[in-house]
Structure formats: C-alpha cells, structure tokens
C-alpha cells in the first residue's frame, strides 16, 4: 500500500507562486509516473502534469510556462512549482503515483488564489 500526503497549500495572492510537495510512504524509484490533478469548486477533477520515471514531463496548456513538476527520488517526493498563478488555479490539488498496475492517490491539499 502507497501512501501519499501532500502539504504546501494555501491562501496565496495572484501573481504569487506556491510549491506542493507529495511524499510518498514508498521508494518512488520504480514508479511509472507520477502526476498532479486539481478540482476546482463545482467541477471534475482535471490532470495538470506528469513526470516519468525517465523524467519525461507534459503539462496541460492551461499552466504550461507556470508550473513546473519535478521529483527527488531520495527523498520519494514529487513537486509541483506554481508560478504566476492566477485566480483560476484555485482547487484542491491532488497527487497520484503510477505503479504497475495501480494508482494511488493522495489526499489533497488546498489552493486558494485570491485576486
């Protein structure tokens, strides 16, 4: 069983950056990919970035140029860095881990911008 926490959210004003950190119970070392998603209020989860265990990374259009994912396998942890971020980041932003035939979820941590 892979457990995920997210921490790093928070009230930020537009314009501002933020930086989310998912530490996974795990070595992530062999994970497929790991990614982040975020819900605003009122709408369906979307995907917002991957990386792969060869450190590929893809982006949703919406935040390409602002937010940065990155991992640090020492540490089982994957970061998204959120520039520039504007009032329709506002969610709940959540991480998932690939791992063979699984997904695994964190809990999520809130992100507030205000304008």
């Known amino acids: 069983q892979v457990r995920l926490v997210e921490s790093g959210g928070g009230l930020v004003q537009a314009g501002g950056s933020l930086r989310l950190s998912c530490a996974a119970s795990?070595?992530?070392?062999?994970?497929?990919?790991m990614a982040w998603y975020r819900q605003a209020p009122g709408k369906q989860r979307e995907w917002v970035t991957t990386i792969t265990n060869r450190n590929y990374t893809n982006v949703a259009g919406s935040v390409k140029g602002r937010f940065t994912i990155s991992r640090d396998n020492a540490k089982n942890t994957v970061y998204l860095q959120m520039n520039s971020l504007k009032s329709e980041d506002t969610g709940v932003y959540y991480c998932k881990v690939s791992s063979g035939r699984y997904d695994y979820w964190g809990q999520g941590t809130q992100v507030t911008v205000s304008t």
């Open positions: 795990v070595s992530i070392f062999s994970a497929n990919a």
